[in-house]
T-cell receptor, first 113, second 109 residues
Framework: DARVTQTPRHKVTEMGQEVTMRCQPI?????VFWYRQTMMQGLELLAY????????DSGMPKDRFSAEMPDATLATLKIQPSEPRDSAVYFC???????????FGNGTRLTVT | GIQVEQSPPDLILQEGANSTLRCNFS?????LQWFHQNPWGQLINLFY???GTKQNGRLSATTVATERYSLLYISSSQTTDSGVYFC???????????FGRGTSLIVHP
């Protein structure tokens, strides 16, 4: 069964440290999304890639967040420097451009102290 | 962009009861999905249903695209149905899913 794989599952770090989250999309999928989930804001879109090109990162704080797809099998989300308000669950999802369901990874639970 | 509203926000059921969850969206959609977020936080695909009706065991979903809503039916609910149910809609040429705030369901034994 094809799955989106996210690592790490949990991350605890101190304020000011760099955090890198990784996502392996399902083979053959050409769209990748990063979402952040908090109790207050629900599921917020941070970044969207199509065929590895970033198409929408308007939901991402540009001063500290960055998202990349070095190749078709890896998407990364970095936070530098991290802040306590970044504590959340970060989800990666992948899909095909049209007419197919979106599949989510199990998320990375980030805690910044 | 498209607005997605879900109701009710919270639902408490006794095991065996039936329920209907609603998802309203503000624009025509190319894609409508229902997800279940289980107590471990995993987002599980339930239905990909831009229009029509689909059934999977005790769950079924109907999307009436012309009237801009989708319904998720849960019959004979079980404690394992507990969690949060999200709908996500994609409209026009954006290809970006917009999520509702979810319906939190608790099923008591």
């Amino acid at each position: 069964d094809a799955r989106v794989t996210q690592t790490p599952r949990h991350k605890v770090t101190e304020m000011g440290q760099e955090v890198t989250m990784r996502c392996q999309p399902i083979l053959g999928h050409n769209t990748v999304f990063w979402y952040r989930q908090t109790m207050m804001q629900g599921l917020e879109l941070l970044a969207y890639f199509r065929n590895r090109a970033p198409l929408d990162d308007s939901g991402m704080p540009k001063d500290r967040f960055s998202a990349e797809m070095p190749d078709a099998t890896l998407a990364t989300l970095k936070i530098q420097p991290s802040e306590p308000r970044d504590s959340a669950v970060y989800f990666c999802a992948s899909g095909l451009e049209t007419g197919s369901p979106l599949h989510f990874g199990n998320g990375t639970r980030l805690t910044v102290t | 962009g498209i607005q997605v509203e879900q109701s009710p926000p919270d639902l408490i059921l006794q095991e065996g009861a039936n329920s209907t969850l609603r998802c309203n969206f503000s624009d025509s959609v190319n894609n409508l999905q229902w997800f279940h977020q289980n107590p471990w936080g995993q987002l599980i695909n339930l239905f990909y249903i831009p229009s029509g009706t689909k059934q999977n065991g005790r769950l079924s979903a109907t999307t009436v695209a012309t009237e801009r809503y989708s319904l998720l039916y849960i019959s004979s609910s079980q404690t394992t149905d507990s969690g949060v149910y999200f709908c996500a809609a994609i409209s026009g040429g954006s290809y970006i899913p917009t999520f509702g705030r979810g319906t939190s369901l608790i099923v008591h034994p």
